[in-house]
């Protein structure tokens, strides 16, 4: 099946450093990448997909200038925490769409990215 | 309302039992409609997609009920192996009117089943 890489797989930082994390995917083209994020004990939420070549699209209540994405090629997204805050610590998860795909429902998953701000 | 809703559980059966989630989605517009199982501290992985007319994968049942609005997840001869978060998905359509995002996944909070010996 297709794969989705994540990098870092997690990372600790300071409050107000800003952190990226990258999401390829690596054995397909993907015209649309999701970022999620993920709090304990509670599920998946939507925060903004990454379509490349063109702005994001964030769903409501997520700060587009605080979570900058960037879909610069078919197999890279990267989303930026900037100024991160203790309340920003959560696991971050990316999927992606197979062009190719037969379903335009098929994601396949990323690994995942936990961030800690302390 | 959550746009998609399923009891958290946890449930806790032996091996062997078989256990059944629900789960009810609110849009009557959704598309389509997937079961998840995320481990512990790792990404989802897809279980199975869920048709109208019902479908199975070896241990696993799904059905779909569009009147109702209701999903639901049967399994067989429940393993060890089976004990992780079950989360009901449902495609709703397309992210925005411009029709560029496609595959907008909703997630249901999990199911968390525990199989013990």
């Known amino acids: 099946g297709a794969v989705v890489s994540q990098h870092p797989s997690w990372v600790i930082c300071k409050s107000g450093t800003s952190v990226k994390i990258e999401c390829r995917s690596l054995?397909?083209?993907?015209?649309?990448m999701f970022w999620y994020r993920q709090f304990p004990k509670q599920s998946l939420m939507l925060m903004a997909t990454?379509?490349?070549?063109?702005?994001?699209?964030?769903e409501q209540g997520v700060e587009k200038d605080k979570f900058l994405i960037n879909h610069a090629s078919l197999t890279l997204s990267t989303l930026t925490v900037t100024s991160a805050h203790p309340e920003d610590s959560s696991f971050y998860i990316c999927?992606?769409?197979?062009?190719?795909?037969?379903?335009?429902?098929?994601?396949?998953f990323g690994p995942g990215t936990r961030l800690t701000v302390l | 309302r959550k746009e998609v809703e399923q009891d958290p559980g946890p449930f806790n059966v032996p091996e062997g039992a078989t256990v059944a989630f629900n789960c009810t989605y609110s849009?009557?517009?959704?598309?389509?409609f997937f079961w998840y199982r995320q481990d512990c501290r790792k990404e989802p992985k897809l279980l199975m997609s869920?048709?109208?007319s019902g479908n199975e994968d070896g241990r696993f049942t799904a059905q779909l009920n569009r009147a109702s609005q209701y999903i639901s997840l049967l399994i067989r001869d429940s393993k060890l192996s089976d004990s992780a978060t079950y989360l009901c998905?449902?495609?709703?359509?397309?992210?925005?009117?411009?029709?560029?995002?496609?595959?907008?996944?909703?997630f249901g909070q999990g199911t968390i089943l525990t199989v013990h010996p």
């Open positions: 999927s992606a769409r197979d062009l190719e795909g037969s379903s335009t429902d098929t994601q396949y």
């Open positions: 990454s379509n490349e070549g063109s702005k994001a699209t964030y």
């Open positions: 998905v449902v495609n709703m359509g397309s992210a925005n009117a411009g029709g560029t995002s496609y595959g907008k996944l909703t």
């Open positions: 849009n009557s517009a959704s598309q389509s």
């Open positions: 054995d397909f083209q993907a015209t649309t």
């Open positions: 869920v048709y109208s």
